[in-house]
């Protein structure tokens, strides 16, 4: 699953011409669930930057500790859950890597999983709202994994969906087709993913420095040899 997430700054115009931007990215070293997030939605036939709580919290939520902060691609359609939100209320969380943690005989040893090229990354996600009076709201958003591809599957078996740029306008519409949207909650392909070793540091979610980030060791990414088998 994806507990933690990467967000430097990032240049939103040029990953999408046209974002409205009418407050400050929300940008971490090391950002975990049960805190605002920045997501991108569609509003006015626009996509427009906002904030939302990292856990998804409909109304009829009783415990907040319950609120998920990822929600399974294959179960989006069958959990009364995340059913409404997948077929209104998308949206993308803009991040630049998410931090997964690989089974070790001693402890964890934590990777960051970025683009190879280290460019920004579309997360998906769903957002919901709550009205806590007839004037004033809150809303909430849960990340949506799909399994890994065979490059990471020795990380972690499951990673958030990424939306490439290009489809991002159909991923954000409530009107997009069902079947459409569906077919864009698929694996990264091996080329757009790599991973890197980081220090233990990020395993404390209140480290927010810059060396959770930084690698400790080369990049695992799918060879050229590779791609063409």
Not at 143 to 171: F, H, K, M, S
């Amino acid at each position: 699953m994806a507990g933690r997430l990467y967000i430097p700054s990032l240049d939103l115009d040029r990953l999408l011409p046209g974002l409205a931007v009418d407050e400050a990215p929300i940008t971490g070293a090391n950002l975990a669930p049960r805190r605002p997030l920045s997501l991108i939605r569609l509003e006015a036939g626009r996509p427009r930057l906002a904030s939302a709580f990292w856990g998804l919290t409909p109304p009829w939520l009783k415990v907040l500790d319950h609120a998920p902060h990822c929600a399974r691609a294959e179960s989006l359609e069958s959990r009364a859950m995340f059913r409404e939100a997948f077929a209104a209320r998308r949206c993308l969380v803009p991040a630049g890597g998410v931090y997964v943690w690989k089974a070790q005989p001693r402890a964890k040893q934590p990777f960051l999983v970025t683009r190879t090229d280290r460019g920004p990354l579309l997360l998906a996600g769903l957002w919901c709202r709550f009205h806590t009076s007839l004037t004033e709201h809150a809303d909430s958003l849960a990340l949506i994994t799909v399994p890994t591809n065979d490059l990471l599957a020795p990380l972690t078996d499951r990673l958030p969906a990424v939306i490439a740029a290009d489809d991002a306008r159909r991923w954000l519409d409530p009107d997009t087709p069902p079947e459409v949207r569906r077919a864009l909650l698929i694996p990264a392909p091996g080329e757009l993913l790599g991973a890197f070793p980081v220090s233990r540091r990020v395993n404390d979610p209140g480290n927010q420095d810059a060396a959770c980030a930084y690698p400790t060791g080369p990049m695992l990414r799918r060879t050229s040899e590779q791609e063409r088998r």
